[in-house]
């Protein structure tokens, strides 16, 4: 079976750091593309960051320049660098993969249902 698996959420205060990873078992992470998605407290989820497979990336353009996508193929996983973090920031940030979309930014606008694998998520809480 397929399956990815978050962590490295918490609680930040503004202007901190944090790194997400998101680690892929039964398959390999080269073979997909993977999506970071944040769901805020009563909105839609939302595209954070994503990586074509051929190594491409996307970033929501409110996220750019502080937040970057990243993968290790040794590991097998993803990682999600956030910097400069703001209470905006805050909410469930979840991976996702698919193996047949065309490009990074066909990635991040993946309806959530429609991806092939979609992680439970970790909570990020951005508060001072």
């Known amino acids: 079976q397929l399956h990815v698996v978050e962590s490295g959420g918490g609680v930040v205060p503004p202007g ?9 078992s ?4 080269d073979d997909y593309s993977i ?3 944040r ?11 994503c990586l074509h497979k ?3 990336t996307f970033t ?8 970057a996508i990243s993968r290790d193929s040794v590991k097998n996983t993803v990682y999600l660098d956030m910097n400069n973090l703001r209470p905006e920031d805050t909410g469930v940030y979840a991976c996702a993969a ?3 979309v065309a490009t990074a930014p066909g990635m991040c606008a993946q309806p959530w249902g429609a991806v092939d694998v979609q992680g439970a998520g970790v909570l990020v809480t951005v508060s001072s």
């Open 60 to 67: 929501a353009r409110s996220k750019k320049g502080r937040f």
């Open 54 to 56: 051929s190594g491409s």
């Open 26 to 29: 039964g398959f390999s992470l």
């Open 39 to 49: 769901q805020a407290p009563g909105k839609e989820r939302a595209a954070v960051s």
């Open 98 to 100: 698919d193996r047949v």
């Open 35 to 37: 999506g970071w998605f």
């Open 16 to 24: 901190g750091s944090l790194k997400l990873s998101c680690v892929a």
